[in-house]
């Protein structure tokens, strides 16, 4: 029998519950709800109140209804420690979050020491889930898988050209530029420049200068779409020709508002577009009437969510111990963004990574397509 996004057999073993146990049920959701990285904080927070609605909506849990606490960490891992406090004395038993490596990471250790189930819905870099904590899932890929795709295009496009590869020195931006470099390494690319920025820096001049006398013929960036917007505008204010590729740091079409026409061609890995996903079509529309496109993460918050409750139904209990030993044992679960199941170490099984390009769509505005299409003239197309 095909699974529901909600399926009526999680249902019945949730309402078999004990109506004590899931009294005010508190999932508590955190990002950068605030600062220049709120487009993705949106994201989560909007997938995980969407889902919490829609369990609501369809009679709660044993008539009891979920409750979303929201925790504005500004993409800060001090602030995050804060929230997690805070989640802690509010009762939260679970948490969908963070967006930032660098904060779900020590956050997640206030969440084990307390008791607390984390799902984070979009921090990619490995330690996430290497360092042994019972209490660490997240529902998108890792960067090493990530990198491992980003290295291999570079070493099959760029081969002959010059690789600077740049990075923003936080656990996801160099992480991920890191596992990049790896993989085009071990297939005989070297990079010509490797070279970190601030976050926070708004002028490249100086690093566009060098690599101008390096004769860098394409750019790899791990980091956020605020630093990269800024570094691709001005590599073509300076006429620096030059092939530009990151990764899911950047999936906002807020990038283009910063990039301006400099977007176009962008090149950047992410998994394929939930959105697309046809048992997704009837929550994709009530976002979309609501006002919010649910791109990016939106639809990985709402699937953390969505694991939460059928890993409790799996479980038949809500202690988030039995829930995430249910988890990893008992999926795949049926979400918005297809069957999730995950490893001993909270990874989801079926990790998947594809190639975008930025380009005008039909509406004349430039948006991320997984369509083939590979670039703006660069003086080095890319290969489809």
């Not at 976050?199 to 394409?218: R, Y």
């Not at 691709?232 to 092939?243: E, F, V, Y």
């Not at 090149?267 to 919010?292: C, H, S, W, Y």
Request: with cysteine; net charge negative.
């Amino acid at each position: 029998m095909k699974k529901s996004l909600l399926s009526a057999v999680a249902l019945t073993a949730l309402v078999a519950f004990s109506g004590s146990a899931w009294a005010d049920i508190l999932i508590g959701v955190s990002g950068p709800i605030t600062g220049p990285n709120a487009a993705f904080g949106a994201q989560l927070q909007k997938g995980a109140e969407q889902a919490a609605a829609d369990i609501n909506a369809a009679g709660g849990i044993n008539g009891e209804q979920i409750k979303v606490v929201v925790g504005d960490d500004v993409s800060d891992p001090k602030q995050g420690i804060s929230v997690a406090n805070k989640f802690v004395a509010d009762g939260v038993k679970f948490v969908v979050g963070h967006f930032n490596s660098g904060v779900s990471i020590p956050a997640s250790e206030v969440y084990a020491e307390n008791g607390i189930l984390q799902i984070s819905p979009a921090s990619t870099n490995p330690q996430y889930t290497e360092r042994g904590l019972w209490n660490t899932f997240r529902t998108c890929g890792r960067d090493d898988q990530q990198g491992a795709v980003a290295g291999a295009y570079i070493a099959a496009n760029f081969k002959d050209g010059k690789v600077a590869i740049i990075h923003d020195k936080t656990p996801y931006g160099q992480g991920l530029a890191d596992e990049t470099k790896k993989a085009a390494n071990a297939a005989g690319v070297t990079e010509v420049m490797y070279e970190g920025i601030n976050i926070g820096d708004k002028d490249f001049s100086a690093l566009i200068a060098k690599m101008k006398e390096a004769g860098v013929t394409a750019v790899y960036y791990g980091g956020l779409h605020t630093e990269a917007g800024l570094i691709m505008r001005q590599l073509a204010d300076q006429g620096l020709k030059a092939a530009f590729m990151s990764g899911d740091g950047i999936v906002s079409n807020e990038l283009a508002s910063i990039a301006g026409d400099a977007v176009d061609g962008t090149l950047m890995t992410f998994a394929p577009d939930p959105r697309k996903n046809p048992a997704a079509q009837e929550i994709v529309e009530k976002f979309r009437a609501a006002g919010f496109e649910p791109e990016a993460y939106t639809l990985y918050s709402y699937a953390a969510v969505q694991v939460i409750v059928g890993a409790a139904a799996a479980a038949g209990d809500v202690d988030p111990a039995k829930v995430a030993e249910a988890a990893k044992a008992k999926g795949p679960f049926a979400t918005a963004i297809g069957e999730l199941g995950f490893d001993e170490k909270g990874d989801i099984t079926r990790p998947d990574y594809v190639m975008y390009t930025w380009r005008k769509g039909d509406d004349g505005k430039y948006s991320y397509f997984e369509d083939g299409t590979c670039g703006a003239e660069t003086g080095m197309q890319p290969k489809c």
